[in-house]
């Protein structure tokens, strides 16, 4: 029987990926000064050892003032090398590919985090050793209401952030991650950039399309420049901004026909993030609602592309791959959910060997329950007389 392409091998470039499910970006507000912790290595792991193709590491912030709260991830100084390095080793030895997102949050930046509904840092929290700090965007435009006003980026500024998410880049590389993607999306400091909802900048940085994508590509020439050739390069884009949002699909083509040029190999399709006044909608939450954006951008510009989205059903992913709707299954909350859904997955669309997804031991243990729950007396019926004396 042919494998379901789900679970066929995946080769880009020069990595190779046990089969085509990704661990999408998340965020975990577990790190210490910006590097990962325990947390991260059975947040991660757990993933590895599950059956995942790829595993991302969360959005990290290529700048110390690009961290969204105190406890996001960063890798803006070498000394973070070796505590990465030895998340990306264990992924590795369980057989996922280990992937990193950098981003840099821009505007969004100084805030409390998800469970305090993303409130700016304040002197109470100054106090308690949290305190706030001065965020940047293109403009002094704050992404949502009632945050402190940014401070508007000045062209030494953005030499910075360029050279900062290469020098991000070169520490991914020496840390041993194998696929890297650019955050542009999600409302943080690119599609601060992109989206005219935020961009009000008259340079060359502003205006026209053409304008606001000049720092999205700097960043990704920058990062490609040092990212070797034979390793993957995802950008992670908001297909359009959200809710009364001025970006559109329109010019998401546009942008990732500009980055497949750069050597960007595939274009991760999320939306949202920054909401303005026109008539453009959010997109509904349906089982792979990102898919159709993602279809388009492969359609018009022949990149590979992936779309997070409640994919949640084995069925769902394989007829997404057949179509040739996506090339990779990007998946977070039902991972989260249950992070051995690669195996589940297997066993649902009838491969054979769907224990050997998890570790050997594992495997060994479990093939000898499956056959135990196959014998006679573990039949619906039967049943067996214990003898406790015998
Ligand atoms: C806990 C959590 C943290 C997330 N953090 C990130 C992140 O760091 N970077 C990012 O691009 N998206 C992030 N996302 C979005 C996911 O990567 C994904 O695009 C989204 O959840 C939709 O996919 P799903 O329906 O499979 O969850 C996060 C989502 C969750 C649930």
Redesign the pocket.
Known sequence: MTLPKLFQPFTLKGVTARNRIVV?????YQSLHGSPTDWHIVHMGRYAIGGAGIV?Y???AVEDRGRKTHKC?GLYRDDQIPEYRRIVSFVKEFGGVPAI?L?HSGSRASERG?LFSRVALDETNRTEGGEAWQSISSSAVPSVEDKPLPRAMEQRDINDVVQAFADATRRSLEAGFEML?I?G??GYLIQQFLSPVINRRNDAYGGDLKGRMRFALEITEAVRAVWPEDKPLCF?VSSIDGKGGLWTLHDTVALAKELKALGVDVL?C?SGGLTGSSTLRAVP?IPG??VPYAKAVKEATGLLTMA?????DPHQAEALLQQGDVDLI???????YSSDWPAHAARALNVSNYLELFPPEFTLRLKLREEQLAMPQNQPGATVPVDLNS
């Open positions: 999408s970006p998340m965020c975990q991302f969360e959005e990290t991830a997102q981003g998800p993607e955050h999306a999600h992670r991760d999320s939450r609602y990102h997070p989205g409640l994919v949640t990007a998946m977070a909350r039902e991972l989260m």
